[in-house]
């Protein structure tokens, strides 16, 4: 099947990197042909995330054009927000948690917004739909990633689905999530302290 | 909970009309209180697929804002395509599976949209999703929406979603639907052939 990329927003956050990973491997078993790529380097915290759980840094890209026909967008819509040449390949599929702006297509697409913290409560919810099970490294990465976008569910965004997600994705990652998420988040505030120190 | 209208397109066909009554009767299970209207009187088709499984036709709107804030969409995105004062009021949920096209918003919201033959398709794994039974009559207008879509399973949009769908909803409404389908097409070709002769 012809290679179709899937990615997250510019300047990638935890979601954006992380739930690539997690719908690339998802896709992938249901029988697409993808690969997870980044739009940027990963941030402190979602370097910390990515080590945590055995991940390398996926492969970041400037454009998409020059090596796929197809793409899958997470964590955004906006192509102001998206790879530099949008415009010149066809979005297949969508996952996100954001309002949609912008966002036009020619052709009929899988789009599966939900208004909740995080894009991986989403993928979470697709992993089940597809009975596909979650391995140890992709739970541990969405774990991360709901973390990350919920600040440890304390955020006004987070939902009960995203508290459900992540008691279950922190035991299959067999991580005490509370514990865990202060030492991601605290990974995180290092890069603003240095920025501010440079 | 505060009231939602739940709708399809300008000059409703069977699935505009068919899948905004089963998708009203779905988020009421769900704990929402909506109602299924249209934006036009069903057309012949229609009509005769709403008189075998027993519903009246919806109400017909002009306009939203002046008895709700809230709506959900179906079998459509575009503006143009929408209630006249759609920019008026909030959409908090679509189903739909066409292209999206100058559909912006302000808030996330829940959109679902899936390159198949038709939205009662999607709303029938919608059903599947949430486990809400399906009553004879609401899959039987589901049904009706898929063949009108898919002339019968015929139309080259046609995937083997809509057929498995068409399979699983006539056993529930209980009726042939290679039979059915050609009466219901039938019902429908009646106002082409008037319509020339006016
Ligand atoms: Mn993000
Ligand atoms: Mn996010
Ligand atoms: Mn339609
Ligand atoms: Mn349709």
């Known amino acids: 099947m012809e290679k179709e990329l899937v990615f997250g927003h510019q300047n990638p956050d935890t979601d954006a990197i992380g739930t690539a990973i997690a ?8 029988g697409y042909n993808t690969e997870a790529v980044a739009l940027g380097e990963p941030n402190d915290e979602t370097a910390f995330a990515l080590k945590k759980f055995g991940f390398e840094a996926p492969r970041v890209i400037k454009t998409a054009a020059n090596e796929v026909e197809k793409v899958m967008l997470v964590d955004h819509n906006e192509p102001q927000q998206s790879v530099s040449d ?29 208004p909740v913290g995080c894009t991986s409560t989403i993928m979470f919810g697709l ?48 991580v005490d999530y509370e514990k865990y998420g202060l030492e991601e988040l605290k990974a995180g505030t290092n890069i603003a302290s240095k920025s501010e120190e440079e």
Chains 1, 2 share one sequence.
Request: hydrophobic letters at 40%; glycine letters at 2%.
């Open 127 to 174: 992993y089940k739909h597809f009975k596909v099970e979650i391995p140890q490294n992709i739970a541990g990465i969405m774990l991360s990633a709901i973390i990350s976008d919920t600040l440890l569910l304390k955020s006004p965004t987070t939902t009960e689905r995203d508290k459900k997600a992540v008691q279950e994705l922190a035991e299959i990652a067999n």
């Open 86 to 114: 949008i415009d010149k390949v066809t979005v297949t599929h969508v996952v996100d948690h954001h309002r949609i702006m912008n966002f036009n297509t020619s052709m009929p697409l899988f789009y599966l917004a939900e």
């Open 23 to 30: 719908y690339s491997y998802l896709q992938n078993k249901l």
